[in-house]
């Protein structure tokens, strides 16, 4: 016999500007919410429009101790890294970013886009190593959006992109450190998904657009607000309203473990804080080659 959560909170994402001055939309960390572990932000990039050579990026800076999941809807950005890696992410595709002891990037508007302008639109979750993960050797993982696997309910109404995970019969191409669910659910009016959740995990919905009702009590709320499921059941129910739904279904196994962070570096001590703005500042993060 299956339970559906309830809602236990919801919480508004804080309009803010980051990087070379690109707006996000933020539910947390703000002063409502600090984290949710596993997770340490969740950044909702515009939807902006930009004209001819205004787009904005994210220029040189470090990261250690978590991973990054940019997920991009709309527009396109290029990145480069301190180990010589580089690529485009162009609308639909995700790049898994496993910092662990440490990489320098950026994330820039792609040279093409940046020259004609258009809209940008995207999701960037910071994921929380645990504390034996924390030192590891970076990797990606980019997964272009043809290689993202999908699925579609039998009448065609509810159908989802599952970055990590399983939803509707099919898994993730994606390989996380912790347990993960990270699911793109997309609902026309009125449809329904009943989603199965394992237990120990904390999940949160985010709309992109749309108002839906959630969770066993189908309580309405709209876009851009975070819904905290509670810890007391074993599945989680999403309804689309008058209109089309976009949501993220997101969830993870807690680490229970310290977090200090100090902007890009989030570790479980004090000293080891210390101990990566060294590294940092000694260059054994390596730089990017321009």
Same mark, same amino acid.
């Given at each position: 016999m299956t339970q559906s959560r309830t809602i236990a909170e919801t919480i508004a994402a804080v309009r803010t500007v980051e990087g070379g001055g690109f707006v996000v939309h933020r539910p947390f960390p703000t002063r409502m919410l600090m984290d949710f572990d596993p997770f340490l932000l969740l950044d909702e990039m515009g939807p902006v429009d930009y004209a001819p050579?205004?787009?904005? =990026?994210?220029?040189? *800076?470090?990261?250690?101790g978590f991973e990054t999941v940019t997920y991009m809807l709309d527009g396109s950005f290029a990145h480069k890294d301190s180990a010589g890696h580089c690529g485009v992410l162009r609308a639909g595709d995700v790049q898994w970013m496993t910092a662990g002891a440490g990489v320098v990037h950026s994330e820039?508007?792609?040279?093409?886009?940046?020259?004609? =302008?258009?809209?940008? *639109?995207?999701?960037?979750?910071w994921v929380n190593l645990p504390r034996r993960d924390k030192m590891i050797e970076p990797r990606y993982q980019e997964i272009p959006s043809p290689r993202i696997p999908t699925a579609t309910t039998s009448?065609?109404?509810?159908?989802?992109?599952?970055i990590a995970g399983e939803a509707l019969g099919v898994s993730a191409a994606i390989e996380t450190r912790t347990p993960i669910i990270y699911q793109h659910f997309t609902l026309e009016a009125g449809a329904t998904i009943e989603?199965?959740?394992p237990r120990n995990y904390r999940v949160f919905a985010y709309a992109l657009s749309g108002t839906g009702r959630y969770g066993s009590e189908q309580r309405e709320i709209g876009a851009q607000r975070m819904v905290i499921f509670s810890d007391d059941g074993d599945t989680v129910t999403l309804t689309a309203g008058a209109d089309r739904l976009d949501v993220l279904l997101i969830g993870g196994v807690p680490l229970h473990e310290p977090i200090v962070r100090h902007g890009p570096f989030v570790m479980n001590t004090e000293e080891e804080i210390r101990q990566?703005?060294?590294d940092y500042q000694a260059g054994r993060m390596g730089e990017i080659a321009h």
């Open positions: 050579g205004e787009a904005k =990026g994210a220029p040189d *800076h470090p990261h250690r820039m508007p792609d040279p093409a886009f940046a020259r004609d =302008g258009g809209r940008v *639109h995207g999701i960037q979750l009448d065609g109404k509810v159908s989802v992109k599952v989603q199965a959740v990566a703005i060294i």
